[in-house]
């Protein structure tokens, strides 16, 4: 088996593979103050729930894009796991040729959301991602990761407008049934929603247009990805899982080394 996980701004998703087969998975709030043994012990006990031996992990693989949560996360699994640590960064195999201007800028977990996309899905590709930030990804037919776009995020732009609005309430991100809302909350929900919608479909064809490249298949993954996918459309295929994925390809490609 091995541990998978993509470490967030706000949320890390855990998975557990044995061979390609996802076991389980998790997603927990992502929480820099937490000490080693609390992130250590809390791993553990979700292992002991779903009655996996965590002593059959034969890796753990990272991806982070929160730094300094690293130190306490790493001495947590060579502690309580006591097992390899492959993280994300450079000089480690991908399959993937990056045409970023400094590479050292791309952050860990679009790296591996073009590696899962391109090995599952073939290229090209655009791989958008509904986290902390909204992230757009161009993949080549070739496999070069090309660039994208990032935008705020769903929940970022609803709280923005929460805390910056005295008269605006806090809201449910839920699609309302209609675009021209009869109240306030409605108002904002179609706003957001909605208007996120219209993001995702100019960016993508905005995006399809300089690719230049032919049947360009566009993957939604995060958190949000379900909601916007069933107004969208230039979403073609969700995949909740894209990174946890991600992850696994990359540890099979490090393996040996």
């Given at each position: 088996m091995i541990l998978a996980m993509d470490v967030g701004n706000t949320n890390t998703t855990m998975g557990v593979f044995e061979g390609r087969k996802l076991l389980h998975h998790w997603?927990?709030?992502?929480?820099?103050?937490k000490a080693s043994d609390e992130l250590g012990m809390f791993i553990i006990s979700l292992f002991n729930y779903e009655k996996l031996d965590i002593g059959k992990v034969e890796a753990v693989v990272i991806a982070s894009v929160v730094p300094p949560i690293m130190y306490s996360l790493e001495h947590a699994i060579r502690k309580y796991i006591t097992k390899e640590i492959i993280k994300v960064e450079p000089g480690?195999?991908?399959?993937?040729?990056?045409?970023?201007?400094?590479?050292?800028?791309?952050?860990?977990?679009r790296i591996v959301n073009a590696v899962a996309g391109y090995e599952i899905y073939g290229g090209p590709l655009i791989i958008?991602?509904?986290?902390t930030a909204t992230k757009f990804c161009a993949v080549s037919s070739k496999g070069?990761?090309?660039g994208?776009?990032?935008?705020?995020?769903?929940?970022?732009?609803?709280?923005?407008?929460?805390?910056?609005?005295a008269k605006l309430p806090r809201i449910e991100l839920v699609k309302p049934e209609n675009v021209?809302?009869?109240n306030t909350v409605a108002n904002m929900q179609?706003?957001?929603?909605?208007?996120?919608?219209g993001q995702v479909d100019y960016l993508v064809s905005r995006m399809k247009e300089e690719m230049k490249e032919d049947k360009v298949k566009v993957v939604a993954t995060g958190g949000l990805a379900r909601l916007i996918a069933?107004?969208?459309?230039?979403?073609?295929?969700?995949?909740?899982?894209?990174?946890?994925?991600?992850?696994?390809?990359?540890?099979?490609?490090?393996?040996?080394q």
């Open positions: 997603r927990m709030g992502t929480d820099r103050e480690i195999k991908t399959g993937i040729n990056i045409k970023y201007e400094n590479p050292k800028e791309l952050g860990a977990d958008v991602d509904f986290g070069e990761f090309l994208g776009a990032i935008c705020p995020g769903i929940k970022i732009a609803a709280e923005a407008l929460f805390q910056k609005a021209i809302g009869k179609s706003g957001i929603i909605y208007g996120y919608v069933e107004e969208s459309r230039a979403i073609d295929t969700v995949n909740p899982f894209l990174t946890l994925e991600g992850l696994r390809i990359i540890y099979e490609k490090n393996r040996q």
